[in-house]
């Protein structure tokens, strides 16, 4: 498990509400810049802190290892699009502490070599730096005793076990979907109804955590669905992914841990700001619109399922 500190001053709301960091491959003039190139060394499972305006406004744990993704049409046009993404799980403080109330304590413990401050306790310039164990863990503790109740404080003393953790092994049913969602994407809408109907649902797996599976096919059929657009919103995809596809995300209506099916019926296709809001906010009037849309996925999975067992004949 590594450990990076971003600096967000221009777009931390964009880039948490959507679960991501983003960085440009190239500068304007086409050099490449050390911070931006940090995000090449992210992987799976490791943690960052996030800096707006002097503010220590969350971490995040990376869900992927870094990938190349064009740049989120949410953020500032002046980047060029290509660049490098992270999709990662923010977890915010309610009260933020300020880096520079900290300012010897932090030179002290950041790394030696591409650190976030400079000597004089003030942000270096750029975006993604280099952070520590200890960094993380004296954040973590003074961040914890200025929150105001006993209960944010302890929520956020829990975070000291992520320092301690692990990095999780994939296990074999991970990686036997990022198998099948490989064949998922070369099928067919008509290929993939077939597979979802003669599909069998695989058992969880307990590693560290337990790990739900989740059927490429199912996902993949939700997004053809979709067309490219948020099921949610109505908005189209906010960027390509790395196989110049429409960025959406499947979402359980029900989820998962709650006893919800992989199925059409529970599952729809949002944008990563749409999935972000239905998670933090838990929204009864949004669950039944979700619902609906589910429904609606179904019958049109079985419409088609009808077509292709027609013409496999």
Not at 95 to 109: A, C
Not at 111 to 132: C, D, E, H, S, V
Not at 211 to 225: D, G, L, Q, T
């Amino acid at each position: 498990m590594n450990y990076f500190f971003v600096f967000q001053n221009k777009t931390f709301y964009e880039e948490y509400h959507g679960g991501y960091l983003w960085a440009p491959q190239y500068g304007n003039t086409g050099r490449k810049e050390a911070h931006w190139e940090k995000m090449k060394e992210i992987r799976r499972g490791d943690v960052i802190i996030h800096s707006y305006k002097k503010q220590l406004m969350a971490i995040s744990i990376a869900q992927k290892d870094v990938y190349a993704a064009k740049r989120p049409t949410e953020l500032p046009n002046e980047w060029q699009q290509e660049g490098w993404r992270v999709d990662t799980m923010y977890i915010p403080f309610t009260e933020p502490i300020i880096t520079s109330d900290y300012k010897e304590e932090l030179l002290k413990l950041q790394p030696q070599t591409y650190a976030p401050f400079n000597r004089l306790g003030r942000g270096n310039m750029g975006y993604l730096f280099k952070a520590n164990k200890p960094m993380y863990e004296f954040i973590i503790r003074q961040t914890a005793e200025i929150q105001k109740t006993e209960q944010e404080k302890q929520r956020i003393l829990e975070l000291l076990d992520q320092g301690k953790r692990p990095q999780v092994a994939v296990s074999g049913l991970e990686i036997m979907m990022e198998l099948e969602e490989a064949n998922a994407k070369q099928l067919s809408s008509e290929k993939l109804a077939i597979q979802i109907k003669s599909g069998k649902s695989k058992k969880s797996q307990k590693t560290e955590t337990v790990v739900y599976y989740r059927s490429p096919y199912v996902k993949e059929m939700v997004k053809k669905i979709a067309e490219g657009k948020c099921q949610m919103c109505g908005v189209e995809a906010p960027f390509y992914d790395k196989d110049n596809e429409p960025y959406l995300e499947e979402h359980h209506v029900k989820r998962l841990a709650d006893g919800g099916s992989d199925t059409m019926d529970n599952v729809v296709a949002v944008c990563p700001n749409c999935h972000r809001k239905v998670h933090v906010l838990n929204n009864e009037a949004d669950t039944i619109v979700l619902e609906g849309i589910a429904e609606q996925n179904e019958r049109q999975y079985q419409r088609l399922l009808l077509y292709a067992e027609k013409i496999e004949k």
